[in-house]
Nanobody
Framework: QVQLVESGGGLVQAGDSLRLSCAASGRMFSMYSMGWFRQAPGKEREFVAAVTWISGVTAYGDSAKGRFTISRDNAKNTVYLQMNSLKPEDTAVYYC???????????????WGQGTQVTVSS
């Protein structure tokens, strides 16, 4: 089992930046990649970004390209999501997820955190 705990969410204004953190523990040797997803009320869970633990290969969803950066600190077993130029439409609950393979769909990820709320006011 892998446990994931997100932090760093909050209320910000449009144009501000925010950094989310995801602390991982447990059977980390089984994890191949980590990802961030978000879900707004009434909408499906959306892929934001993913990174492989070992090589640091990254992938981004369309809404994140050019504004968000995913990174990982292997020594701390922590994944980050730096979000810049935030917009009101970025408002959602952001989830950290772990996977034993590479993918960008929720079904590809078997471990999930509890989520952290990000609210961007206009």
């Amino acid at each position: 089992q892998v446990q994931l705990v997100e932090s760093g969410g909050g209320l910000v204004q449009a144009g501000d930046s925010l950094r989310l953190s995801c602390a991982a523990s447990g059977r980390m040797f089984s994890m191949y990649s980590m990802g961030w997803f978000r879900q707004a009320p009434g909408k499906e869970r959306e892929f934001v970004a993913a990174v492989t633990w070992i090589s640091g290969v990254t992938a981004y969803g369309d809404s994140a390209k050019g504004r968000f950066t995913i990174s990982r600190d292997n020594a701390k077993n922590t994944v980050y999501l730096q979000m810049n130029s935030l917009k009101p439409e970025d408002t959602a609950v952001y989830y950290c997820a772990g996977s034993t393979r590479w993918g960008r769909f929720p079904a590809d990820f078997g471990s999930w955190g509890q989520g952290t709320q990000v609210t961007v006011s206009s």
